[in-house]
């Protein structure tokens, strides 16, 4: 694995190991695919928005440690937050990502999202880091159209 700090590496290490939310539900709003062919990430995404609330996420995928794990901390967080509050939280992760390992992360905003700060000094990593946030936020602005 990339040069992360050990206790950062081992937040990301079991997510991937014991992943949150993965596992396709019966029932969605909506489902997306994304992949990141870079790496050959790929993420399936489940859906339930109710009066602005994120009601549940669920999803299934293939791929890298970092990619796996990013989309554990991201369904983790988001489920049960109004939407506003999620495009606060994704904003704040996207932000961290763009910062070339300057960015520390929020940790009350972003919880175990601040370990993959280190992610951001490798920008072919970044990808997979995004994946499940960034089907996340193509599934929400479905809902909410
Ligand atoms: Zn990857």
Known sequence: MMELDSLYQEVILDHY????????SAEKDVQVHHNNPSCGDEITLNLIMKEGNVVDISWDGVGCSISMASASVMSDLLIGKPYSQAMVILNA???LMQSKGQGLGDEDLLEDGVAFAGVSKFPARIKCALLGWMAFKDASTQVMA
Do not use: A, Q, S, V
């Open 93 to 95: 992760f996207m932000e």
């Open 17 to 24: 190991r014991t992943p949150l939310h993965k596992g396709l």
